[in-house]
């Protein structure tokens, strides 16, 4: 899969397998993350989607849809050559987002990390499988801000506004720990950490590779290595060499950041 061309394909058939099986109850299908933003990677980036229903999907409706998506997964996985990446969808109602709900609810969820967990049991998936999810907020301002409408109702009619502070709430919480967690998830945390600054700083909604970008503007000198690194990782694929005294030092610098523009 080219870095230029193919997602589109699986955007196409994601809107075919939600518009078969939920049928009506379908009001809308968004593109948000990294190819909606400009700088997907089929090797390390998932396709990020929200579908908006205006009813709770009932459990027959939820296995049908699920086994399409688990489909187009798998063979999105196969043609990227990629270990973690794949697709990611949330399924909202409307009346949870317009207006904001936070935490939001979701009615169903799939990532990569719970394909084993569907396979082995799609029952028990389909029963325990909506909620709450704080990085709701987060995908709903960037899908606000930069997504794309793949069917549907327009964006801004399905979503409501996202207060600046949930948003800051969401992104945040994935690189609270980061000084512990970052040298196990080094190039996630070194972009997400650039960009929590961006937006706290700046107001700036920015997707991880632009928020490393950000930082070797607006970071000092000596921290710029790793940032470069953790770039070349994302944009490439290819995994990338890390210092741990470096990373943690990084991470405790940009938390500190973080703390000092959020007082």
Not at 28 to 42: I, K, R
Not at 59 to 74: A, Y
Not at 154 to 182: C, H, L, M, Q, T
């Amino acid at each position: 899969m080219k870095k230029s061309d193919s997602f589109e394909k699986y955007l196409t058939r994601f809107v075919e397998a939600a518009e078969e099986t939920i049928g009506e109850n379908l009001l809308g299908v968004y593109l948000h993350g990294s190819a909606a933003m400009g700088c997907f990677n089929p090797k390390s980036s998932d396709l990020d989607l929200l579908v908006g229903v205006r009813a709770g999907l009932d459990d027959s409706t939820k296995r049908h849809f699920m086994d399409r998506v688990v489909e187009l997964h798998e063979d999105f996985v196969r043609e990227s050559g990629s270990n973690h990446a794949g697709i990611e969808m949330s399924v909202l109602l409307q009346k949870d987002c317009k207006p904001f709900i936070y935490p939001p609810p979701f009615d169903l969820h799939f990532s990569a990390m719970h394909l084993k967990w569907y396979k082995e049991n799609p029952e028990d998936y389909i029963l325990k499988m909506k909620g709450t999810d704080e990085d709701l907020a987060a995908h709903i301002t960037i899908t606000r801000a930069r997504g794309r409408c793949l069917f549907g109702m327009p964006i801004e009619d399905f979503f409501g506004e996202v207060p600046a502070e949930k948003y800051f709430d969401s992104i945040r919480s994935d690189v609270e720990n980061a000084e512990s967690e970052i040298t196990e998830n080094t190039t996630y945390l070194v972009l997400n950490l650039a960009r929590v600054l961006a937006f706290k700083r700046e107001g700036l909604v920015l997707s991880k590779a632009e928020g490393g970008h950000w930082a070797l503007e607006n970071i000092p000198s000596e921290y710029h290595g790793i940032v470069k690194a953790a770039l070349a990782e994302y944009e490439s694929g290819v995994p990338g060499q890390y210092d741990e005294v470096e990373a943690r030092q990084y991470a405790r610098f940009m938390l500190n950041m973080i703390q000092i523009a959020a007082a």
